[in-house]
């Protein structure tokens, strides 16, 4: 029989719709299985036909069809990921994102840069606007993002194999394949199925200064092998896999513009190639009774990164030498969630469960300075390094009810209790720091995050919501550091948090061939996370508190019955509202 992953996963079309009307498309974003349209959040859907359509296979392919999204390009797996003006400080380890990322039930978000696995075979995208606390837990602030990929069918043999052709103006080819195959072992009892992908990019910018065109081209291959176990109609067991390497020769920013805007070059010293490889395991047991759903998930992932850096313009000791520095990150995490929720909806719903994560990050950073040795009698060129190591651990319990007086109105209330330990070391040394700095804590923090909800059926296609929730992020422990010119670095940084207040609509028309989502929203930032500067050495600490609010608009219409259009608009004001000094003015644009 169908399972309940099935059901979670598999679009549905409304009985009562005309031919060529809007599909409609089941979700997971609140934790359990609703159709798009009745989930009175901000939750907006990519699914798997709209993702081939784009042509998208990571992240920035489709970030610009969705609303209150913004994404700073870097360069592949080093993207950036903005919802609602609720950005993240970019530095050392230890720093959690403003934005979730998971893929399934795998949380694998980073405060530094969030990891952009290639888009092949995916069932759809989640993206869910405005912080989730309640349900996913520390550092989704601004917003979640959910990849769902496909899983395995244990009644059908199935495969694809697809390539791709393009090219870059001023660029070069850009080949790309990916090959699927779903395999039933034992039938309707097991089944397999494989990904495997490629992809190949050119570069679109050149370095002059060391002869190289298209130093931006890339290189990403990856897959994925899904086994799935269903003992009987109630019980399913998944176990998954995901490996993927990608290889930049180096970022995406352009120093200079030429040739009347058709070239992009930078200028380095050294090559600046970034490798990235993420490895991700998870195991999930969903069992289905008469009047309730349990399910657990288990995952480990982890995920290194070297990136090479030119840091001659800085100038550290005055003789201009080139001044290669060399960065390795090491993340690996361990999740596990249990959860059980009631199939009925009405008149009362309810769902509790448990979460525990262990991160540790390991983060080494060597600076040279070609010469010094000679110099300075240094036994190599090495002026400088840093070592850090930091443990997250999390502990959560959750839960939400529902209740509906009438039919057409439901209440929902949910909270989120954790606790929250940072522990951090960190050591530099070295010819640029004078001395031998060591700096370790323990950040611990008791959070909790409230949700209140109140949803109306003006119609049975329409909508309206109104939403109050709240989000916040553990905080931590400074690099080693010290006093400079008399400014006093701080050891550690506080938690921030933030509260969401929404008013929202949508619904469908004109037999369904016409969908729209508005919403209004204000959202309330104290104690905002900043890394910040002082005499060019970074830090992180708590700046102020910031206001943000805007509009989200979104809809789409099946003009004919192979035609749709779609588009989204999107107005956000964030604004800081109080300042530490140095960091910026009251009103001026959150950093």
Do not use: C
Request: proline share 4%; hydrophobic share 35%.
């Amino acid at each position: 029989g169908a399972t309940n992953e099935d059901r979670q996963s598999r679009p549905r079309s409304d009985p009562t719709a005309t031919a060529g009307s809007l599909e409609e498309i089941v979700v997971t974003a609140t934790k359990r299985s609703q159709l798009l349209s009745d989930v009175p959040l901000a939750v907006q859907a990519v699914t798997a036909e709209d993702l081939y359509m784009l042509g998208a296979r990571s992240f920035s392919d489709y970030s610009r069809t969705l609303a209150g999204v913004q994404v700073m390009e870097v360069g592949a797996g080093r993207d950036q990921i903005f919802i609602r003006g609720v950005a993240a400080p970019q530095g050392y380890i230890g720093m959690e994102s403003a934005v979730g990322v998971y893929l399934d039930d795998v949380p694998i978000s980073e405060g530094m840069n969030q990891p952009d696995l290639n888009l092949y075979d995916v069932n759809r995208i989640e993206v869910l606007r405005g912080p989730q606390g309640t349900l996913y837990g520390s550092a989704s602030l601004g917003g979640t993002i959910r990849i769902i990929t496909n899983q395995p069918k244990i009644d059908a043999v199935e495969g694809t194999f697809d390539t791709e052709f393009s090219g870059t103006q001023h660029g070069g080819f850009n080949p790309a394949y990916s090959a699927t195959l779903n395999l039933p072992i034992v039938s309707d009892l097991v089944a397999v199925r494989a990904v495997m992908y490629g992809r190949n990019p050119s570069g679109f910018i050149d370095d002059p200064t060391l002869g190289k065109t298209g130093v931006n081209d890339e290189d990403t291959y990856g897959g994925r092998l899904a086994l799935r176990v269903v003992p009987s109609d109630r019980l399913t067991i998944d176990l998954k896999a995901m490996d993927q390497h990608t290889h930049q020769g180096g970022d995406n920013f352009a120093d200079s513009v030429g040739g009347s805007y058709v070239r992009l070059d930078q200028y380095r010293n050294i090559p600046e190639p970034f490798i990235d490889s993420s490895q991700i395991y998870n195991g999930t047991i969903a069992y289905g009774a008469p009047s309730f759903t349990v399910n657990s998930s288990t995952s480990f992932s982890r995920r290194r990164r070297d990136v090479n850096n030119d840091f001659t313009g800085l100038n550290f000791l005055g003789d201009g030498a080139v001044t290669p520095s060399y960065q390795r990150y090491l993340a690996e995490s361990f999740t596990q969630e249990l959860r059980v929720s009631s199939v009925q909806v009405k008149p009362i719903s309810w769902l509790v469960g448990a979460y525990f994560n262990r991160t540790s990050n390991n983060f080494f950073q060597t600076i040279d300075s070609v010469g010094a040795g000679a110099l300075f009698g240094l036994p190599s060129d090495n002026v400088a390094q840093l070592a850090q190591t930091s443990t997250d651990k999390q502990k959560a319990l959750f839960g939400e009810i529902g209740y509906s007086p009438i039919d057409r109105l439901t209440l929902t209330g949910g909270i989120r209790v954790a606790d929250l330990t940072l522990d951090s070391n960190s050591l530099r040394d070295g010819l640029l720091i004078g001395t031998v700095l060591q700096n370790a804590g323990t950040t611990t923090q008791h959070a909790s995050a409230p949700k209140a909800n109140i949803s109306w059926n003006l119609t049975p296609d329409a909508l309206a919501y109104i939403q109050a929730a709240k989000g916040y992020r553990i905080g931590g422990v400074n690099a080693t550091i010290q006093t400079l010119n008399g400014f006093v670095f701080p050891t550690s940084y506080g938690p921030d948090s933030l509260w969401n207040y929404e008013v929202g609509f949508k619904g469908t028309a004109f037999a369904r061939r016409l969908s729209f989502d508005v919403d209004v929203f204000y959202i309330d930032w104290k104690n905002i996370q900043l890394d910040l500067q002082h005499s060019g050495i970074d830090y992180f600490a708590n700046a102020g508190n910031a206001v943000s609010q805007g509009v989200e608009l979104q809809g789409a219409l099946q003009w004919t019955d192979h035609l749709q259009v779609g588009g989204q608009l999107t107005y956000t004001d964030a604004k800081l509202t109080s300042t530490t000094p140095g960091v910026g003015n009251d009103g001026a644009r959150v950093p």
